[in-house]
Structure formats: structure tokens, C-alpha cells
T-cell receptor
């Protein structure tokens, strides 16, 4: 089938800690992969994306690498800030541009 | 940037009434729009794909007669929840795909509460 599985939260980190949020997918073919972020009270915003194997998406210090061999797209950031507190969604798209999302991981960064 | 708006942002209605939610792409044309539903502390669930000028494509398990979708123009799609019941209470989010780009731009969502 087509699904996205991501690490369950909530995740609480101290400022400047290292962040990893795991995401794996199942899909036929070669989907595009995305990370979206939802800040409190706001809609989803695209954080980064990768469209083919070994691509690395990056934005605002966040990175994720499209790993075909492990069907993964883990999100990482070397040093989180309080302003990174949000819910993060991993997603994949199919050839019809339909998006399928993971369950979301809530991140809280404390000073 | 690409902005997508939704109206209303929240609505409370009585059981048995119908509610219409609008999704507009403000600064680009969207031949394809998508409707999602998000339950508390859960992920977005794709409900349907809305194509301008044609019938919407519904995901398995979504009642097309209950969730009526109309994509009348390149900048507007509407979702009508017919004969709403309390179990329809949820957060409804739309997105619009910009032509030529494999990226969706999301609206801020509409909170529906059915009493």
C-alpha cells in the first residue's frame, strides 16, 4: 500500500539539542517526499522536499535525505531553537500529486 | 508566494444543516485542489481531489453524497458538508497545486463544530 509512518511524539528537547524525527514510507514507484511544519494556530507550511533518491532537502537548518534503500526520509536539525516548536508532518506524493501524510510529531523546545 | 485562503475559519452549526467551506487560491491558478480532514492530534486524511471543470475523485471510505465538492473555477473549490452530524466535527483543510509544480499550498483550515 501507500503509507507514511513517522515517529510518535510528543518530543521535548532543550534549546540547542539535536533533533531527529524518523519517517519511513511505503509506495510503489518513486514518490516525492516532503516535510511540512504546522506552527500553533497556523496552516501547514512546506519545510523541505526531495524528489529522487539520494536528494537532500534542507531549509532553516533542517535536513532530510531521501534514502531509497531504507525507504526513509528522517528529519534532522543540529541545534533546535524555541521557535522550532511545532508539529512536523512527513508526507509523500504519488504521480497524481495526491499527498499522504504521517501522523505528525509534536516538538516542544524549552529554553 | 502562493497564498490559499479558506472561509469561514470556523463554523458552528446545528445537526442536520449543511455547511459550505470555500477554498481560494489568491495569487495563482489551481487546476487541482485537495480536501483533507484532520482529527485532534491526528494526521491529515485526504478526502478528495478536486479538478476544475470535472467531478471530484473521492478517497475510499469518503461519502461523496455527504461531502459535495465543486471546483467551479481555477481559483475556487467548495466543500459542502450535507446534513451535518456531530461526528462530522473536525478541522477541514484544503490545498491547491500550482500548475507545473509538484507542491501543494495549504489553506489555514476551517474548524467545523456540529452541535
Amino acid at each position: 500500500g501507500n503509507s507514511v509512518t513517522q515517529m510518535e511524539g510528543p518530543v521535548t528537547l532543550s534549546e540547542e539539542a539535536f533533533l531527529t524525527i524518523n519517517c519511513t514510507y511505503t509506495a510503489t514507484g518513486y514518490p516525492s517526499l516532503f516535510w511540512y511544519v504546522q506552527y500553533p494556530g497556523e496552516g501547514l507550511q512546506l519545510l523541505l522536499k526531495a524528489t529522487k533518491a539520494d536528494d537532500k532537502g534542507s531549509n532553516k537548518g533542517f535536513e532530510a535525505t531521501y534514502r531509497k534503500e531504507t525507504t526513509s526520509f528522517h528529519l534532522e536539525k543540529g541545534s533546535v531553537q524555541v521557535s522550532d516548536s511545532a508539529v512536523y508532518f512527513c508526507a509523500r506524493s504519488n504521480t497524481g500529486n495526491q499527498f499522504y501524510f504521517g501522523t505528525g510529531t509534536s516538538l516542544t523546545v524549552i529554553p | 508566494g502562493a497564498v490559499v485562503s479558506q472561509h469561514p475559519s470556523w463554523v458552528i452549526c446545528k445537526s442536520g444543516t449543511s455547511v459550505k467551506i470555500e477554498c481560494r487560491s489568491l495569487d495563482f491558478q489551481a487546476t487541482t485542489m485537495f480536501w483533507y480532514r484532520q482529527f485532534p492530534k491526528q494526521s491529515l486524511m485526504l478526502m478528495a481531489t478536486s479538478n476544475e471543470g470535472s467531478k471530484a475523485t473521492y478517497e475510499q471510505g469518503v461519502e461523496k453524497d455527504k461531502f459535495l465538492i465543486n471546483h467551479a473555477s481555477l481559483t475556487l473549490s467548495t466543500l459542502t458538508v450535507t446534513s451535518a452530524h456531530p461526528e462530522d466535527s473536525s478541522f477541514y483543510i484544503c490545498s491547491a497545486r500550482r500548475e507545473g509544480r509538484n507542491e501543494q499550498f495549504f489553506g489555514p483550515g476551517t474548524r467545523l463544530t456540529v452541535l
